[in-house]
């Protein structure tokens, strides 16, 4: 067994980070037989929580405990910013997506819930309930994306999807999110450790609900 903290915090929900980390949206992803209405449906939704999840790696960056910390934060909102908002671009235009759903969607119950989620950990909590919301975040798609790497679907933006989260900047990223949760975790009291166990847990449960989303009947 690991004894990082975050491994620990993991195994408390293996239940639910396993139909995250494996679940048919994923799966089908990665096989290139995902439903282009699906997809559609989880871009505009997930392009409709980057404002929020920039935000809370922004006040990471200002809680951060050294300049080298600082430069990581740095670089992902970067990438966030950039690299992501290009792809969510192209993937609305690829998929025909009208423009209210891209700028002022109607948002899902797991998508406002994840947003709720977001903004309580950045006004209301400390540097490591925010990361007990980052960290989960990221950790589950660098997971499922490694999981599918190896074996890239033809659809160009379902490959673009799974690269972006399995390159090797991504995973050190990743790392360096789960090292800095290792670093604070161990020292925090106990009802500190059983808030940042809550919101873990409940990271991975909306994880869930997203993917299920994109499965909706009716759109969303």
């Given at each position: 067994?690991?004894?990082?903290?975050?491994?620990?915090?993991?195994?408390?929900?293996?239940?639910?980070?396993?139909?995250?980390?494996?679940?048919?949206?994923?799966?089908?992803?990665?096989?290139?037989?995902?439903?282009?209405?699906?997809?559609?449906?989880?871009v505009?939704?997930?392009?409709?929580v980057?404002?929020?999840?920039?935000?809370?790696?922004?006040?990471?960056?200002?809680d951060?405990?050294?300049?080298?910390?600082?430069?990581?934060?740095?670089?992902?909102?970067?990438?966030?910013?950039?690299?992501?908002?290009?792809?969510?671009?192209?993937?609305?235009?690829?998929?025909?997506?009208?423009?209210?759903?891209?700028?002022?969607?109607?948002?899902?119950?797991?998508?406002?819930?994840?947003?709720?989620?977001?903004?309580?950990?950045?006004?209301?909590?400390?540097?490591?309930?925010?990361?007990?919301?980052?960290?989960?975040?990221?950790?589950?798609?660098?997971s499922?994306?490694?999981?599918?790497?190896?074996?890239?679907?033809?659809?160009?933006?379902?490959?673009?999807?799974?690269?972006?989260?399995?390159?090797?900047?991504?995973?050190?990223?990743v790392?360096?999110?789960?090292?800095?949760?290792?670093?604070?975790?161990?020292?925090l009291?106990?009802?500190?450790?059983?808030?940042?166990?809550?919101?873990?847990?409940?990271?991975?449960?909306?994880?869930?609900?997203?993917?299920?989303?994109?499965?909706?009947?009716?759109?969303?």
């Amino acid at each position: 067994m690991s004894d990082r903290f975050t491994a620990t915090l993991r195994d408390g929900v293996e239940d639910e980070w396993r139909a995250a980390t494996d679940h048919r949206f994923t799966r089908e992803l990665g096989a290139g037989t995902l439903d282009g209405d699906a997809f559609a449906r989880y871009v505009v939704q997930d392009y409709a929580v980057v404002e929020d999840l920039t935000a809370a790696f922004a006040v990471a960056l200002a809680d951060a405990p050294s300049t080298d910390a600082r430069r990581r934060y740095v670089a992902f909102l970067d990438t966030l910013t950039d690299a992501e908002n290009d792809f969510f671009e192209r993937a609305f235009d690829a998929h025909d997506v009208p423009g209210r759903d891209r700028t002022d969607p109607v948002l899902a119950e797991p998508t406002a819930a994840f947003r709720d989620l977001l903004g309580r950990a950045r006004r209301e909590a400390g540097y490591a309930e925010t990361l007990a919301v980052l960290v989960p975040a990221e950790w589950i798609y660098l997971s499922w994306a490694t999981r599918e790497a190896d074996d890239r679907p033809a659809d160009p933006l379902f490959s673009e999807w799974i690269e972006l989260h399995a390159a090797p900047p991504f995973a050190s990223f990743v790392d360096f999110l789960r090292a800095e949760l290792d670093r604070v975790g161990p020292s925090l009291s106990p009802r500190r450790r059983e808030r940042v166990a809550g919101l873990f847990g409940r990271t991975v449960s909306l994880e869930v609900a997203f993917f299920d989303a994109a499965y909706a009947a009716e759109e969303i």
